[in-house]
């Protein structure tokens, strides 16, 4: 069975900080990955995505995340947060057949001034 | 154009109601799904529609009857809805094209409330 943790509930870094949201997956066969973001009330917006190829992948709003095989990771990166950048923000795996989404607990993004 | 949209945005029923829940997409896209979200939670998979057929029941209570007339559309009939049913209700798309990954892309959501 496919599992996502994200051992961060709440961070909290300070507007212009660099930020890095752990994802560690657990899935047997080669995993495919997923960032989504979430505003309050909102629904959930694609970040970026891995299937194949780079590891290093780039996505909307500034964020990249790396796969990391050996770590079974998928961390997002972003080099210098702005405020709006506060929301939750969640890591999922999709199975092979490409119809079940798995996700991660969450994180809850939050940005001093 | 990579947009799903939900009506209605928020929704208050009571225990005897029957009210639903549409979803809607133009994107081509032939899978469309229903997730439920509690609060501070993630998502959690209710169904999935492929080519208009239902593909995934994961183990939803029949006070909720899930419909897709077409491609392009999807619906969640509720009734006799209990308090805990009370939730954001998230609608989502992906091109279900064989052989590829699928990316599901979601709708704003309907937030429910359930008195």
């Known amino acids: 069975a496919q599992s996502v943790t994200q051992p961060d509930i709440h961070i909290t870094v300070s507007e212009g900080a660099s930020l890095e949201l752990r994802c560690n997956y657990s899935?047997?066969?080669?995993?495919?990955l997923f960032w989504y973001v979430q505003s309050p009330g909102q629904g959930l917006q694609l970040l970026l995505k891995?299937?194949?190829?780079?590891?290093l992948v780039q996505g909307i709003k500034g964020f990249e995340a790396e796969f990391k095989r050996s770590q079974s990771s998928f961390n997002l990166r972003k080099p210098s947060v702005h405020w709006s950048d506060a929301a939750e923000y969640f890591c999922?795996?999709?199975?092979?057949?490409?119809?079940?989404?798995?996700f991660g607990g969450g994180t809850r993004l939050m940005v001093k001034p | 154009d990579t947009e799903v949209t939900q009506t209605p945005k928020h929704l208050v029923m009571g225990m005897t109601n029957k009210k639903s829940l549409k979803c809607e997409q133009h994107?081509?896209?032939?899978?469309m799904y229903w997730y439920k979200q509690k609060a501070k939670k993630p998502p959690e998979l209710m169904f999935v529609?492929?080519?208009?057929?239902?593909?995934i029941n994961e183990s939803v209570p029949s006070r909720f009857s899930p419909e897709c007339p077409n491609s392009s559309l999807l619906n969640l009939h509720l009734h006799a809805l209990q308090p805990e049913d009370s939730a954001l209700y998230l609608c989502?798309?992906?091109?279900?094209?064989?052989?590829?990954?699928?990316?599901?892309?979601f709708g704003p959501g309907t937030r429910l409330l359930v008195l």
């Open positions: 994107m081509g896209h032939r899978a």
């Open positions: 999922a795996v999709g199975n092979n057949a490409g119809n079940m989404l798995t």
């Open positions: 989502a798309s992906s091109l279900k094209h064989p052989g590829t990954q699928e990316t599901q892309y």
């Open positions: 899935y047997g066969a080669t995993p495919y």
């Open positions: 529609y492929s080519y208009e057929k239902l593909s």
């Open positions: 891995y299937f194949s190829g780079d590891t």
